[in-house]
Nanobody, 126 residues
Framework: QVQLVESGGGLVQAGGSLRLSCVAS????????MGWFRKVPEKVREFVAA????????HYAESVEGRFTIDRDNAKNTVFLEMNSLKPEDTAVYYC???????????????????WGQGTQVTVSS
């Protein structure tokens, strides 16, 4: 059974930082590209960041470019999202996702991912 479990969310003031983690189990983690998405009420889930199977290729949404960093540790089956200079508009539930992809490419569309975590709430106060 595949599980993706996010942690690290919480309440932070604008300008602050948080580091999200997502631990995967039940799949060959190093064969999967990973992504982070976020959702606010009454809006569709949106792409935040993605990393290929090796960590060598990354892609970010324009809204987080230069502030967020995605990384992974294949030895620990974990993907991270380091979030700096947080803004109130970053408030959302953050989800990690996995897609079977080991050719060095990544995916940014929701329907391209195979597995999802349950999400972790990030709240940024002004």
């Amino acid at each position: 059974q595949v599980q993706l479990v996010e942690s690290g969310g919480g309440l932070v003031q604008a300008g602050g930082s948080l580091r999200l983690s997502c631990v995967a189990s039940g799949l060959p983690f190093s064969s999967y590209a990973m992504g982070w998405f976020r959702k606010v009420p009454e809006k569709v889930r949106e792409f935040v960041a993605a990393v290929d199977w090796s960590g060598g290729s990354r892609h970010y949404a324009e809204s987080v470019e230069g502030r967020f960093t995605i990384d992974r540790d294949n030895a620990k089956n974990t993907v991270f999202l380091e979030m700096n200079s947080l803004k109130p508009e970053d408030t959302a539930v953050y989800y990690c996702a996995a897609v079977l992809l080991y050719d060095g490419t990544i995916r940014t569309m929701i329907n391209e991912y195979d597995y999802w975590g349950q999400g972790t709430q990030v709240t940024v106060s002004s």
